[in-house]
């Protein structure tokens, strides 16, 4: 069942699926209604099942499932997956490379390989102050406030 993301828990599971481009704005209402309808009827059967999402910066999907009630099957998570799959053929990008690595780059979101990305620390492009997205967060807590900080405080401060 789709619910609003302000009644999400904060121990609810929490997808993120990065674009490897920003969505055109001819895109995104088309994007959202498609999301949407996928999570009304994901899982439909099951009365417990209750998920949402948040669409970011015109490029991140973050997919969020409550868990207390019912656990997450393994059906769920391929339903979610071939979800993203045609997603990433119908708009012709990539959303499930965790390889490549999201920051903010003045007021712009930038998607770069994970080498391009160190030699930009390198060459002192970016710092531990620039704000990085941690797409590998797990629940809802861990996206409101570990997904979008400083590099420094980051798990790639490893490459400072």
């Given at each position: 069942?789709?619910?609003?993301?302000?009644?999400?828990?904060?121990?609810?599971k929490?997808?993120?699926?990065?674009?490897?481009?920003?969505?055109?704005?001819?895109?995104?209402?088309?994007?959202?209604?498609?999301?949407?309808?996928?999570?009304?009827?994901?899982?439909?059967?099951?009365?417990?099942f209750?998920?949402?999402?948040?669409?970011?910066?015109?490029?991140?999907?973050?997919?969020?499932?409550?868990?207390?009630?019912?656990?997450?099957?393994?059906?769920?998570?391929?339903?979610?997956?071939?979800?993203?799959l045609?997603?990433q053929?119908?708009?012709?990008?990539?959303?499930?490379?965790?390889?490549?690595?999201?920051?903010?780059?003045?007021?712009?979101?930038?998607?770069?390989?994970?080498k391009?990305?160190?030699?930009?620390?390198?060459?002192?492009?970016?710092?531990?102050?620039?704000?990085?997205?941690?797409?590998?967060i797990?629940?809802?807590?861990?996206?409101?406030?570990?997904?979008?900080?400083?590099?420094?405080?980051?798990?790639?401060n490893?490459?400072?």
């Amino acid at each position: 069942m789709f619910i609003d993301y302000s009644e999400i828990s904060e121990d609810a599971k929490a997808w993120v699926y990065p674009s490897s481009r920003k969505f055109y704005e001819t895109e995104v209402e088309n994007l959202e209604e498609t999301i949407k309808s996928f999570i009304a009827g994901w899982q439909k059967e099951d009365e417990n099942f209750r998920a949402s999402y948040q669409f970011l910066y015109n490029r991140f999907i973050v997919f969020f499932v409550e868990h207390s009630e019912t656990p997450i099957t393994n059906t769920a998570i391929d339903a979610s997956v071939s979800f993203i799959l045609e997603l990433q053929e119908t708009y012709n990008l990539s959303l499930l490379d965790k390889m490549n690595v999201c920051f903010k780059q003045g007021e712009f979101v930038q998607y770069k390989e994970l080498k391009d990305f160190k030699k930009l620390l390198k060459n002192k492009a970016l710092t531990g102050k620039s704000i990085i997205f941690d797409n590998l967060i797990n629940n809802n807590y861990d996206f409101k406030y570990f997904w979008e900080i400083p590099i420094e405080d980051s798990w790639y401060n490893r490459f400072l």
